[in-house]
């Protein structure tokens, strides 16, 4: 069945890079997303990419896929006190509306 | 935007009472969802709905029901609420069956003293 793993923990300094890790395992097309849930809140989307694509950069986000080895990463540069929350990996299943979503990792930002 | 409103953003209630949360999306999407979000498990998914008046179980419905009697509208129903039914739960909306980005509200925290 499909599946979809991130690390749980991230801890960075204020000005660095970010990169947050997800591998997924549905070998179809599909669509890969990114949410952001900051303490309290609901998940607010941030980015997603279709399995076809190998790169998509929006501001300082930059999604980049690796098809064969199903692994996904979101890299947040210049990364802000702001930034810090929980950042979840979703999977688009098949013609369902489903997503499947990973455990989330936490991004603690350090000034 | 999409919209996606939850009555509460903090409840609480008692053991035994029949607890409904209410979720109201603004764009007209045919999918609605009821997630449950606890630390150390992710989301998990109760119920969904492809339209009015359909539901559908996803992997954890038991002590849930649900209700969709206007598209718009999506509520989740605890018979009789037990403790461990405290938790966030998560309602979303998507456009249709396709490869949609489900978009959230902004959660209900319930505890069931």
């Known amino acids: 069945g499909e599946d979809v793993e991130q690390s749980l923990f991230l801890s960075v300094r204020e000005g660095d890079s970010s990169v947050i890790n997800c591998t997924y395992t549905?070998?179809?097309?599909?669509?890969l997303y990114w949410y952001k849930q900051e303490p309290g809140a609901g998940l607010q989307l941030l980015t997603y990419i279709f399995s076809n694509m190998d790169m998509k950069q929006d501001q300082r986000l930059t999604v980049l896929l690796n098809k064969k080895d199903k692994h996904l990463s979101l890299r947040i540069a210049d990364t802000q006190t702001g930034d810090s929350a929980i950042y979840f990996c979703?999977?688009?299943?098949?013609?369902?509306?489903?997503?499947?979503f990973g455990q989330g990792t936490t991004l603690q930002v350090k000034p | 935007d999409v919209k996606v409103t939850q009555s509460s953003r903090y409840l609480v209630k008692r053991t035994g009472e029949k607890v409904f949360l209410e979720c109201v999306q603004d764009?007209?999407?045919?999918?609605m969802f009821w997630y449950r979000q606890d630390p150390g498990l992710g989301l998990r998914l109760i119920y969904f709905?492809?339209?009015?008046?359909?539901?559908e179980k996803g992997d954890i419905p038991e002590g849930y029901s649900v209700s969709r009697e206007k598209k718009e509208r999506f509520s989740l129903i605890l018979e009789s609420a037990s403790t461990n039914q405290t938790s966030m739960y998560l309602c979303?909306?998507?456009?249709?069956?396709?490869?949609?980005?489900?978009?959230f509200g902004d959660g209900t925290r319930l505890s069931i003293l």
């Open positions: 979303a909306s998507s456009r249709d069956r396709g490869h949609q980005p489900q978009h």
């Open positions: 764009m007209d999407h045919e999918n």
């Open positions: 709905s492809y339209d009015v008046k359909m539901k």
């Open positions: 979703a999977e688009s299943i098949g013609n369902t509306g489903k997503l499947i």
């Open positions: 549905d070998s179809s097309s599909t669509y």
